[in-house]
């Protein structure tokens, strides 16, 4: 499994002549009173029963690019995370107000709640997950040395710190029973540990040629996994035996497929997803007794103005809303069908409401291209190029700005002579970063037992 760039090839390079502030994330409440969505570092929320935008205090809003908004399993809060290093909390009785800022002092990725919303999982860019409550903020100050040339592991306290992987962590998710934590990175692998023992590990999914995307659990069938990937294929696991049950392949559908499972339609049994640069969504039946996707019944809606960035299934499920990738003034941030005959809701009261936000804007080059990993999903999808065509013509001609794409430098730049790093710490066990250490069992003793000789000494 490689961990170096991908090349990309000429042919799939895009160069989007962005108009508007597009949605990188849309979410509902489960009640259905409420749908979130990000425009950049911005929260909105659309009140379902009053028919209007709730106005959110600007001074409380993030000053990054929003990572994940998640509603709490009570409705009474929404969680929203950042590039900006913060986690905040709102709260619903009171119209959204911000009540807690959380400092996790990482570029978070992705974002998980756990059973009880007492506490969130975080990944950053390193592969690394760590643990914060949003309860007790005594749990949540992070320990970090002076020595600045200290690795990663070394400046801060391991006490948040759940797990990790080698190479960005693109998506976790919790199984129906909370008891398994589903993680998925850039390196073509998903893993299945214990949870809160995540040392202890499950299995491994191991088949897809290129990077996930990301990975949806089957409602109704909760050994069932669906995983999407850069190798254009859409695939079925038994995520506990670690084993794949079905291959579906779209790259005859669309040249350099890089599939991105969005929401599952319960009612329906059908994966609604998308294949990036495709205007097209895409609804994909499985027969949940047998465990299968049934290729033969695809079906497909068609968007005349754009590419669809993110879905969601509103108002009970009849409703899918797409945000789209505004390359034009004309081209609408927000889409609606009716989930049962596929056509175009042009009356939708939240789709109206989204458009009539005025997003118009100027972008420089670095604005867009941070924009831009919002929108193609945390950072992990280095075939996202744009030509130098885009930017001569452009009056920032800004050197540092020459190249826009997604390289290993984005993922990671504080890691940039990592290969040297490994090379030393291989040569000796004790100094393992601490992420490896905790995938085992015996690695976690020792971490353990390190830390109370470091307290017991801290007490002398």
Request: charged share 30%; glycine share 4%.
């Amino acid at each position: 499994m490689s961990t170096t760039a991908v090349f990309i090839p000429p042919q799939i390079m895009v160069t989007p002549n962005i108009e508007k502030v597009p949605i990188s994330i849309i979410t509902h409440s489960s009640d259905n009173n409420f749908i979130a969505f990000s425009l950049n570092n911005k929260l909105n929320v659309f009140d379902n029963k009053l028919n209007k935008l709730v106005e959110l205090e600007s001074s409380s809003q993030h000053t990054g690019i929003i990572r994940s908004i998640e509603f709490s399993k009570n409705n009474q809060s929404l969680i929203t995370s950042s590039s900006d290093k913060f986690l905040k909390i709102w709260d619903v009785a009171t119209n959204f107000k911000n009540i807690k800022s959380i400092n996790t002092n990482k570029k978070i990725i992705c974002s998980i709640l756990n059973k009880d919303d007492s506490g969130i999982l975080v990944s950053d860019k390193c592969g690394d997950v760590f643990k914060f409550s949003l309860v007790d903020d005594s749990k949540n100050k992070i320990e970090v040395s002076g020595d600045k040339s200290a690795k990663n592991d070394e400046k801060e306290s391991d006490k948040n710190l759940v797990f990790g992987h080698y190479s960005s962590i693109v998506d976790i998710k919790f199984s129906a029973c909370f008891n398994y934590l589903l993680s998925a990175d850039r390196d073509e692998k998903i893993r299945v540990s214990h949870y809160p023992n995540c040392f202890d590990i499950e299995s491994f999914c191991l088949g897809h040629t290129k990077y996930v995307t990301e990975i949806l659990l089957v409602p109704g069938r909760d050994d069932l996994l669906i995983s999407g990937s850069g190798d254009g294929t859409i695939k079925l696991w038994n995520w506990k035996q670690g084993k794949c049950l079905q291959t579906v392949d779209f790259n005859g559908k669309h040249e350099n497929a890089i599939t991105i499972p969005q929401v599952f339609k319960v009612d329906t049994n059908q994966l609604i997803f998308s294949i990036e640069n495709s205007n097209n969504i895409y609804l994909l039946p499985m027969n949940i007794e047998k465990g299968e996707f049934n290729q033969s019944e695809l079906k497909t809606i068609s968007i005349t103005q754009s590419s669809p960035i993110s879905i969601d299934l509103i108002d009970n499920g009849k409703t899918i809303l797409a945000s789209l990738l505004p390359t034009t003034k004309e081209v609408d941030i927000a889409i609606a069908f009716d989930s049962t005959t596929l056509s175009q809701d042009t009356e939708n009261k939240v789709v109206i409401a989204i458009n009539s936000i005025n997003t118009s804007t100027t972008f420089s080059l670095g604005e867009l291209k941070s924009i831009l990993e919002s929108i193609e999903k945390k950072q992990y999808r280095k075939h996202v190029s744009y030509s130098k065509q885009m930017m001569n013509s452009t009056d920032n001609k800004n050197k540092e700005d020459d190249d826009l794409s997604l390289d290993e430098q984005d993922i990671d730049d504080s890691n940039a002579d990592s290969e040297d790093k490994k090379k030393k710490q291989e040569t000796a066990q004790d100094s393992r970063p601490l992420k490896l250490r905790k995938m085992t069992v015996e690695g976690d003793k020792e971490i353990q037992k390190e830390l109370e000789e470091k307290e017991s000494k801290k007490q002398e």
